[in-house]
């Protein structure tokens, strides 16, 4: 079971800004970084974002990533159609000595 | 180039054991630590297992401990995930994971390899 919670979809025209939320707890979220990933079907996850807001090279600035408290969220502006994808947030955490991740959003371009 | 390549995935029945591998290469692979993370069919992620870069330390998500167990061969650059005790709810793709920077993320992924666990 999931220790980070997302909404399970979320949508936009081509263009538009898209933002997932993501909620965790102190022991996670309140006390490490948080990353994100996108999976398209049948591929491995492409780390998005990393350390809140950090890109790795190559990610488009299209894709910012901000985190409050036990609170992160992930922003698409400018949607493109290729952005249509699951996306995972993800966090350290401290009482279960592992690494969790969101329950997964699921975005369309509409 | 840095590449991870899993292997050994297949159907086994529930109770069996089965040991996936994932070999790498580009990079020097006794600097990092690794993971397993798996992901059932049309579920999310769920990260299994991490292994410090030496080897001397591991740390197992709840729902396998005590069943599964990492260990890595830095004089072969090779991670391994040995599975038992299997049961229907451990199929999965299982990913192998390096683990970048602090306290840790995952760049770089192989390309999974299916578990499927049933009579």
């Known amino acids: 079971q999931s220790v980070l919670t997302q909404p399970p979809s979320a949508s936009g025209t081509p263009g538009q800004r898209v933002t997932i939320s993501c909620s965790g707890s102190r022991s996670n979220i309140g006390s490490n970084t948080v990353d994100w990933y996108q999976q398209l079907p049948g591929m491995a996850p492409k780390l998005l974002i990393h350390s809140n807001d950090e890109r790795p090279s190559g990610v488009p600035d299209r894709f910012s990533g901000s985190k409050s408290g036990t609170s992160a969220s992930l922003a698409i502006s400018g949607l493109r159609s290729e952005d249509e994808a699951d996306y995972y947030c993800a966090a350290w955490d401290d009482s279960l000595h592992g690494y969790v991740f969101g329950t997964g959003t699921k975005v369309t371009v509409l | 180039e840095v590449q991870l390549l899993e292997s050994g995935g297949g159907l086994v029945q529930p109770g069996g054991s089965l040991r996936v591998s994932c070999a790498v290469s580009g990079f020097t692979f006794t600097n990092y630590g690794m993971s397993w993370i798996r992901q059932a069919p049309g579920k999310g992620l769920e990260w299994v297992s991490r292994i410090s870069d030496s080897g001397g330390s591991t740390y197992y998500a709840d729902s396998v401990e005590g069943r599964f167990t990492i260990s890595r061969d830095n004089s072969k650059n090779t991670l391994w995930l040995q599975m038992n005790s299997l049961r229907a709810e451990d199929t999965a793709v299982y990913f192998c994971?390096?683990?970048?920077?602090?306290?840790?993320?995952?760049?770089?992924w192989g390309q999974g390899t299916l578990v499927s666990v049933s009579s």
């Open positions: 994971a390096r683990r970048d920077g602090y306290p840790g993320y995952f760049q770089h």
